[in-house]
């Protein structure tokens, strides 16, 4: 397989990688995987240490990419909620496995 091949067979996961390489994407992320909706500042208390303005570029990011979605209610006083669009409810299962595979490393990382 010559490079070009491997770069375009391995683009896809680089694309997702990517989205999920964000310092805060992962975290916030797996909040919204707890939650159908959430609050912007629920959000930044549940994700510990994260800045008004990392949340808000890691939030743009994610709505930018498709996987999280804002609605703005139209009250007084103002509504925001962030909740996952349908490709982001599809990390899911991803995440799961993930999380078993980091177990089973740091499992055998002890040994």
């Known amino acids: 397989m010559t490079e070009s091949e ?5 683009a896809p996961a680089s694309y997702a990688l990517n989205i ?9 992320l797996a909040v919204l995987c707890s939650y159908n909706d959430i609050r912007y500042n629920e959000l930044k208390r549940k994700v510990y240490g ?3 303005t990392m949340l808000n570029q890691s939030l743009k990011d994610l709505i930018e990419y498709g996987i999280v979605q804002r609605v703005q209610y139209n009250e007084v006083p103002s509504r925001v909620e962030y909740s996952l669009t349908r490709a982001g409810l599809e990390l899911n299962p991803i995440f799961e496995q993930l999380l078993l595979w980091g177990e089973n490393q740091l499992e055998k990382s002890k040994s």
């Open 50 to 52: 994260i800045t008004g």
């Open 20 to 28: 999920l390489a964000g310092k805060w994407n992962l975290k916030i």
């Open 6 to 10: 491997l770069n375009k067979a391995i």
